[in-house]
C-alpha cells in the first residue's frame, strides 16, 4: 500500500474522530474544550532555511483565521478509537487485494526486542506493537546540518510577512524524513497534531499529564489503535501538580534535533489562527559514525541534564541510551536548564541540579558568574504571572548572577544564636545585604507582559488572550512589584506574545558577537 493512501486513510480516520458532542469535564480535571484541545490544569494556561522552498508551497494551503474549524470530539485526546480501528481493518483488507511492492523492513530479535536493520541503515522502520525498544538505528556521518549551533526563532504568523527569522512547524518537523519523535507539552490538539506528521512511518512519543489512573487508562485506550504510538506519563506524585513542560526530540537518519519552545502543541500557539507568537530554540545534533558514540564521561553539561530530565520524565530507557550515538559537542556552551517538581533530597544534592538553583548552576559552569558587586540588567519576557514578591525575585535575580542556592540559603537564615557578641554585627551585614539586593532588583529587574490596552488593541482581542495569565488580585497585593512591570508590545503589530525568555546584556556581551538592543526581543 503506498505511502499517499495511508495518508488518505489517516485523514478519513481523523474526519471519522470529530464528532458534534457537548464538551464534557471529567472526574480527573482534564477539560475538553470546543476547540479540541486538552486542557491540563485549569489554573494554568486554561483559558530563509535551506528547506524554506520545499516548505513553501504550504503557506497556500492553510485556512484563513475565521475559517479555522472548530469542533469537539469524542474522546479526551481528540480520537475516536472506534472509528480508526475500522480504517485500520479497512486498511489491512485493502493491502491483502492490492499488495505493497518490495520493501526493506527491519527484523526484530523476540529475546531482546532490538532492532536490526536490513539492507539499508537508512530505512525508516516502526517497531511492533509488542516490542518495548526504541533504540535508533547508526546511520551515516552528514556533511551538513540546518541548525549545528543553535538557534533561537520566532514562530510563523499568519497574515505577518516571512523574513526569514521566524518558522513554521512543518519546518521542524520535517515529517518526510522524521523516524522519532518524541514530544512533550502542556496542551495538546491530537488531530491536528497528527496531520503534521507521518504517522505510517514515524515512532511517536507523547509525555502527558495524566492526574489519575483513569486518566492514563483513557488515553491508552484512544491511541491502542496506532501501533507506532507510546504514551509516556511523568509521574503527578506529592508536591507536582502540573506537567507544563515543552520539549521535542526529533530523530532523522542523520542527526537529531533537539527543540525547546514556547508553544503548546495547539495551532494557535504555532501561528496559525495569525494572533500569538512563540519562540523556539533548535539545535541539530550530527549521528556518529557506526560504532562510535559518546561515553558518559565525556558528553556535555547539556546533554547530562537533558538525560536527568528524560529519565525524571520516565521516559524509556533504550530512548535515552540512543542519545549517546549523537555528537553533543556543539553543546558544550549551552546548558539545559529544566524544573521538575516535587522535593529534592539526598547526598547527591539534586536541588543543585534543577530549578532555580539549577540556572544559577549552570550560569556559574558556563563562566558568566557576577561578582557581588557587579548589579545585573534583567529582561524578563513572559505570558503567565502569579503572586510575585521581592522574595521569589531576589531567588530569580541571584540565580542569574550564578548562585546555586547556596547564598540565597545563607541569605535568609542567620546561623548565630542571638547571645553570640557577633550577633548584631552578623544581622547589620544581613539587612544590608538584603537592602543592596531590593535596590539592584527595583533598578535593573524588568518584567515584560502585555497590558490590558495591549491586549484588547490585539488583533484576536481579548477573546484571544486566554494562554495570557494574570489575576486582579495579585496585581493589588501590597507585596507585588508593580514598579517592575513593562508593557509587552509585539513587533509584529497586533500579536500577543506567549514568550518566555530572560536576557542579560551583560551576560550576552560575553560572547564573541554580543547582539544589539534590537535584537534583545523576540
Same mark, same amino acid.
Given at each position: &500500500?503506498?505511502?499517499?493512501?495511508?495518508?488518505?486513510?489517516?485523514?478519513?480516520?481523523?474526519?471519522?474522530?470529530?464528532?458534534?458532542?457537548?464538551?464534557?469535564?471529567?472526574?480527573?480535571?482534564?477539560?475538553?474544550?470546543?476547540?479540541?484541545?486538552?486542557?491540563?490544569?485549569?489554573?494554568?494556561?486554561?483559558?530563509?532555511?535551506?528547506?524554506?522552498?520545499?516548505?513553501?508551497?504550504?503557506?497556500?494551503?492553510?485556512?484563513?483565521?475565521?475559517?479555522?474549524?472548530?469542533?469537539?470530539?469524542?474522546?479526551?485526546?481528540?480520537?475516536?478509537?472506534?472509528?480508526?480501528?475500522?480504517?485500520?481493518?479497512?486498511?489491512?483488507?485493502?493491502?491483502?487485494?492490492?499488495?505493497?511492492?518490495?520493501?526493506?523492513?527491519?527484523?526484530?530479535?523476540?529475546?531482546?526486542?532490538?532492532?536490526?536493520?536490513?539492507?539499508?541503515?537508512?530505512?525508516?522502520?516502526?517497531?511492533?506493537?509488542?516490542?518495548?525498544?526504541?533504540?535508533?538505528?547508526?546511520?551515516?556521518?552528514?556533511?551538513?546540518?540546518?541548525?549545528?549551533?543553535?538557534?533561537?526563532?520566532?514562530?510563523?504568523?499568519?497574515?505577518?510577512?516571512?523574513?526569514?527569522?521566524?518558522?513554521?512547524?512543518?519546518?521542524?518537523? @520535517?515529517?518526510?524524513?522524521?523516524?522519532?519523535?518524541?514530544?512533550?507539552? =502542556?496542551?495538546?490538539?491530537?488531530?491536528?497534531?497528527?496531520?503534521?506528521?507521518?504517522?505510517?512511518?514515524?515512532?511517536?512519543?507523547?509525555?502527558?499529564?495524566?492526574?489519575?489512573?483513569?486518566?492514563?487508562?483513557?488515553?491508552?485506550?484512544?491511541?491502542?489503535?496506532?501501533?507506532?504510538?507510546?504514551? %509516556?506519563?511523568?509521574?503527578?506524585?506529592?508536591?507536582?501538580? %502540573?506537567?507544563?513542560?515543552?520539549? &521535542?526530540?526529533?530523530?532523522?537518519?542523520?542527526?537529531?534535533?533537539?527543540?525547546?519552545?514556547?508553544?503548546?502543541?495547539?495551532?494557535?500557539?504555532?501561528?496559525?489562527?495569525?494572533?500569538?507568537?512563540?519562540?523556539?530554540?533548535?539545535?541539530?545534533?550530527?549521528?556518529?559514525?557506526?560504532?562510535?558514540?559518546?561515553?558518559?564521561?565525556? &558528553?556535555?553539561?547539556?546533554?547530562?541534564?537533558?538525560?536527568?530530565?528524560?529519565?525524571?520524565?520516565?521516559?524509556?530507557?533504550?530512548?535515552?541510551?540512543?542519545?549517546?550515538?549523537?555528537? =553533543?559537542?556543539?553543546?558544550?556552551?549551552?546548558? =539545559?536548564?529544566?524544573?521538575?517538581?516535587?522535593?529534592?533530597?539526598?547526598?547527591?544534592?539534586?536541588?543543585?541540579?534543577?530549578?532555580? %538553583?539549577?540556572?544559577?548552576?549552570?550560569?556559574?559552569?558556563?563562566?558568566?558568574?557576577?561578582?557581588?558587586?557587579?548589579?545585573?540588567?534583567?529582561?524578563?519576557?513572559?505570558?503567565?504571572?502569579?503572586?510575585?514578591?521581592?522574595?521569589?525575585?531576589?531567588?530569580?535575580?541571584?540565580?542569574?548572577?550564578?548562585?546555586?542556592?547556596?547564598?540565597?540559603?545563607?541569605?535568609?537564615?542567620?546561623?548565630?544564636?542571638?547571645?553570640?557578641?557577633?550577633?548584631?554585627? @552578623? &544581622?547589620?551585614?544581613?539587612?544590608?545585604?538584603?537592602?543592596?539586593?531590593?535596590?539592584?532588583?527595583?533598578?535593573?529587574?524588568?518584567?515584560?507582559?502585555?497590558?490590558?490596552?495591549?491586549?484588547?488593541?490585539?488583533?484576536?482581542?481579548?477573546?484571544?488572550?486566554?494562554?495570557? %495569565?494574570? @489575576?486582579?488580585?495579585?496585581?493589588?497585593?501590597?507585596?507585588?512589584?508593580?514598579?517592575?512591570?513593562?508593557?509587552?508590545?509585539?513587533?509584529?503589530?497586533?500579536?500577543?506574545?506567549?514568550?518566555?525568555?530572560?536576557?542579560?546584556?551583560?551576560?550576552?556581551?560575553?560572547?564573541?558577537?554580543?547582539?544589539?538592543?534590537?535584537? =534583545?526581543?523576540?
Amino acid at each position: &500500500m503506498a505511502d499517499s493512501d495511508s495518508d488518505e486513510d489517516l485523514k478519513r480516520a481523523i474526519q471519522l474522530s470529530m464528532q458534534s458532542v457537548e464538551p464534557q469535564v471529567k472526574a480527573s480535571g482534564v477539560q475538553v474544550q470546543r476547540n479540541n484541545i486538552i486542557n491540563l490544569d485549569s489554573d494554568d494556561e486554561s483559558t530563509t532555511d535551506e528547506f524554506d522552498t520545499k516548505i513553501r508551497s504550504l503557506d497556500k494551503d492553510l485556512p484563513e483565521p475565521e475559517a479555522v474549524s472548530i469542533a469537539v470530539s469524542t474522546g479526551m485526546l481528540g480520537l475516536d478509537r472506534k472509528a480508526m480501528e475500522q480504517e485500520r481493518l479497512a486498511r489491512k483488507r485493502k493491502a491483502s487485494i492490492s499488495p505493497p511492492p518490495h520493501r526493506k523492513v527491519a527484523r526484530y530479535n523476540d529475546s531482546t526486542s532490538k532492532v536490526s536493520i536490513s539492507d539499508s541503515a537508512a530505512e525508516k522502520v516502526l517497531p511492533n506493537k509488542q516490542s518495548t525498544s526504541h533504540a535508533l538505528p547508526s546511520l551515516n556521518y552528514p556533511s551538513s546540518l540546518p541548525f549545528p549551533n543553535g538557534t533561537v526563532k520566532k514562530t510563523w504568523l499568519f497574515g505577518y510577512p516571512r523574513q526569514g527569522e521566524d518558522i513554521k512547524i512543518e519546518e521542524i518537523l @520535517q515529517k518526510d524524513d522524521l523516524t522519532l519523535a518524541v514530544l512533550s507539552s =502542556f496542551q495538546w490538539d491530537a488531530e491536528w497534531l497528527l496531520r503534521k506528521l507521518n504517522t505510517k512511518t514515524t515512532q511517536l512519543v507523547f509525555v502527558m499529564q495524566a492526574d489519575t489512573t483513569e486518566t492514563k487508562a483513557q488515553y491508552r485506550q484512544e491511541t491502542a489503535s496506532m501501533p507506532n504510538l507510546r504514551l %509516556c506519563f511523568p509521574s503527578m506524585e506529592g508536591q507536582i501538580n %502540573c506537567m507544563h513542560s515543552k520539549l &521535542m526530540l526529533l530523530s532523522y537518519p542523520s542527526h537529531l534535533r533537539i527543540v525547546v519552545p514556547t508553544a503548546n502543541l495547539v495551532p494557535y500557539d504555532w501561528g496559525e489562527t495569525g494572533v500569538m507568537e512563540n519562540m523556539v530554540f533548535l539545535i541539530d545534533l550530527a549521528r556518529l559514525p557506526t560504532p562510535q558514540s559518546m561515553s558518559q564521561q565525556k &558528553m556535555t553539561d547539556f546533554g547530562d541534564d537533558l538525560i536527568y530530565f528524560l529519565q525524571a520524565k520516565g521516559l524509556d530507557q533504550s530512548i535515552i541510551d540512543s542519545l549517546y550515538h549523537f555528537d =553533543f559537542s556543539a553543546t558544550r556552551d549551552l546548558a =539545559f536548564v529544566h524544573t521538575i517538581g516535587g522535593a529534592h533530597t539526598g547526598d547527591d544534592e539534586p536541588w543543585r541540579r534543577t530549578g532555580y %538553583c539549577g540556572l544559577g548552576r549552570a550560569i556559574s559552569r558556563l563562566g558568566l558568574r557576577s561578582n557581588d558587586q557587579q548589579a545585573l540588567d534583567i529582561n524578563y519576557v513572559t505570558s503567565s504571572i502569579g503572586s510575585l514578591n521581592l522574595e521569589f525575585l531576589s531567588t530569580l535575580y541571584l540565580a542569574a548572577s550564578g548562585d546555586d542556592g547556596t547564598k540565597e540559603y545563607e541569605r535568609r537564615n542567620v546561623t548565630l544564636g542571638k547571645k553570640d557578641k557577633d550577633y548584631s554585627t @552578623q &544581622m547589620k551585614r544581613k539587612t544590608d545585604a538584603q537592602e543592596k539586593l531590593r535596590k539592584e532588583i527595583d533598578e535593573g529587574f524588568r518584567i515584560y507582559f502585555p497590558s490590558q490596552d495591549t491586549v484588547e488593541a490585539s488583533k484576536g482581542g481579548p477573546s484571544c488572550g486566554g494562554t495570557i %495569565c494574570f @489575576q486582579r488580585k495579585w496585581w493589588e497585593s501590597p507585596t507585588f512589584p508593580r514598579q517592575l512591570m513593562r508593557d509587552c508590545k509585539s513587533r509584529r503589530g497586533g500579536a500577543l506574545m506567549h514568550n518566555k525568555v530572560s536576557l542579560l546584556p551583560q551576560v550576552m556581551s560575553n560572547f564573541s558577537t554580543p547582539p544589539t538592543p534590537s535584537q =534583545f526581543f523576540l
